[in-house]
């Protein structure tokens, strides 16, 4: 049975890099919450083949506590461990992705793949308002 992952995991230096620059308390204490306003708009995407594909900020950020509509916290994005030796950093763009972006496969020509390569294409299912719908 296939698995997949809910949230997104990234390299260790460029995850927190990333939750520093929208967390002032997580810049200064990378063992805290990354909270933030829920009114200050953050945008994470992904460039894949030199095109951006966002991930709505909704699926980006909760609620840091029930009831609290003022304070988010950036809970979907986390690093992954460090690679073992002669592996590489690498993504995994899990259900925030896969939620904000269609994507689709296709297998080509399994037989001669070099006649018919299998490709991936992706589309941006984000609305432009995304920022605008996460403040409702």
Do not use: E
Not at 64 to 84: E, R
């Amino acid at each position: 049975m296939a698995q997949g992952n809910s949230i997104i995991r990234g390299p260790q230096d460029v995850v927190n890099g990333l939750l520093s620059s929208v967390s002032s308390a997580f810049a200064a204490n990378a063992k805290s919450q990354p909270t933030f306003p829920c009114a200050t708009p953050h945008t994470l995407a992904f460039q894949i083949g030199g095109q951006m594909f966002p991930i709505d900020p909704r699926d980006f950020v909760s609620q840091n506590k029930s009831g609290d509509a003022a304070t988010c916290v950036a809970n979907n994005l986390v690093a992954t461990d460090a690679p073992s030796t002669g592996a590489l950093f690498a993504w995994s763009l899990g259900d925030p992705f896969l939620k904000s972006n269609m994507v689709v496969f296709y297998y080509g020509n399994l037989t001669h793949p070099s006649v018919d390569p299998p490709k991936i294409g992706f589309m941006s299912l984000v609305p432009q308002n995304a920022s605008a719908l996460l403040q409702d």
